[in-house]
């Protein structure tokens, strides 16, 4: 069995999974984030970019070689 870390990935596909995770993150908690932010003075864009990153460790990667 191979295992293959995130940062292994081209820059290419670490976006577009970054994307996705962004999207699932913002359909789930997107307006709980949105008051926070506006509550506690934040940037929204960050808190989600933050979320989404975190979001990313959630997923069960599957790799075809």
Do not use: P
Not at 8 to 27: A, F, H, I, Y
Not at 43 to 63: G, I, K, Q, S, T
């Amino acid at each position: 069995m191979v295992y293959l870390n995130f940062t292994n990935l081209d820059s290419e596909t670490q976006e577009r999974l970054l994307s996705v995770s962004k999207e699932d993150v913002e359909n789930r908690s997107g307006t709980e984030l949105r008051q926070f932010a506006e509550t506690h003075d934040k940037d929204y864009n960050a808190l989600l970019e933050d979320e989404a990153m975190r979001n990313l460790y959630n997923y069960d990667f599957v790799f075809n070689m």
